[in-house]
């Protein structure tokens, strides 16, 4: 008899890996269209030479390490679009390549592909941007139907306090491809919940959670409390982090009780770092040490056993 050895889930799902991976593909279309409607060319392009980047890198791999190749299912298309969207639009093209490459190559596949890596791809790329290359990934431009279209270094919404709720919500503000317009990411959401792809538990709490600890710390400030916890969520990557990135199959908790903690912890973090810290944003390093606190939550919470015997039952 032959055994088979596997990651995780061992249940049999009529919902394939690919059909999940499409779901994604399809609610981040409202995104990707905002984006390149917004920045043009430019952003396309990296939508472009990211999402190539990335198939290519898990192609080469497979094929180098002699392993089924899996391109197909189109989880490295994902990657390299999340990724991309996460680019401001005037990023160099080879940021994009850096970033695809060891998305795939050293968090992914280095770990045993799709289903072993213990951090969010895309979010671990983006996270080694910042820290190598960060005027590039500070460097915004506004969108072109937005009034300027001239750079500004560091001085997106989030850092500045300067744009009105609604331009927050429609989009008309810097900042990177995917993550403007709030409206698409709104649309996104309700068709991965439609499609069942993600549970509510993720995304709701992680930003209940980014509102609530920003109201409370914005008690102590001049601004009043509720806009400014209201400003919290709508500028930077919340949304889109909640929606798209913290929702990730691999590499969160297994229960809804467990993957409410993790979104309430990804809140937290967020809301410390731009409260307290040097840097503006923090939802990308919020996503990742949640991310590696994930066992932890699954090892200490109750989990459904499949074959005891209940008490009182005979066999």
Partial sequence: MNLRISTAPHIHHPVTTKRLMIYVLLALLPATGVGIYAFGLPALLLIAISCLTAVLCELIWQKAAKKPVRISDCSALVTGLILALNLPANAPWWLAVIGSAFAILLVKQLFGGLG????????AARAVLLASWPVHMTRYVAPTFFSGVDAVTAATPLSTKSAELMDLFLGTIPGCIGEVSKVAILVGLLILLFT?????????????????????????????????????????????GAVFMATDYVTTPMTPVGQMIYAAGIGLIVAVIRNFGAYPEGVTYGILLMNIATPLIDRFLPRKIYGYQKEGKKA
């Fill in 116 to 123: 072993d890596n213990f951090l969010n791809p895309a979010m």
């Fill in 196 to 240: 069942r792809t993600v549970t509510w538990h993720i995304p709701f709490t992680m930003v209940a959670s980014v509102f609530v600890f920003s109201f409370l710390f914005g008690l102590g400030n001049e601004e009043e409390p509720l806009m400014f916890a209201l400003y919290s969520i709508l500028s930077g990557g919340v949304l889109f």
